[in-house]
């Protein structure tokens, strides 16, 4: 099966967190030594904000339930590449006027 690519435009002011994974190994004399841990060492993290209307908020929310969390899907990061990504926390809130907010974290993955 293809991966699905998420093709809504987040809200603005989207702060990703970037994580690298090191092994470091202290040595008596001070000296130290560190390396990336694995051939996927750099990670990502997206808590993103989606305000829109209950068409849209439909569209995002049967993609998300239609992943369930662990399967991943394309996203594109601001100042990124398409990578797979999963929503690993998804909260959705009426606002009124037929708007709503749905707030998801995407973390990377690194298979579909």
Known sequence: MA???????????????????????????????????????????????????KSDSEAIMAFLDSHQGFKAFQWTPPLGTTSLFKAVQVTNTPLGGGMYRITATFEQAFHP
Do not use: C, H, M
């Open 3 to 53: 991966t699905q690519a998420f093709i809504w435009p987040a809200d603005n002011g989207a702060t990703g967190e970037i994580r690298y994974r090191t092994r470091t190994a202290q040595f008596g004399d001070g000296y130290s030594q560190s390396v990336g841990d694995g051939i996927n060492s750099k990670t990502q993290s997206w808590p993103l904000l989606f305000t829109k209307n």
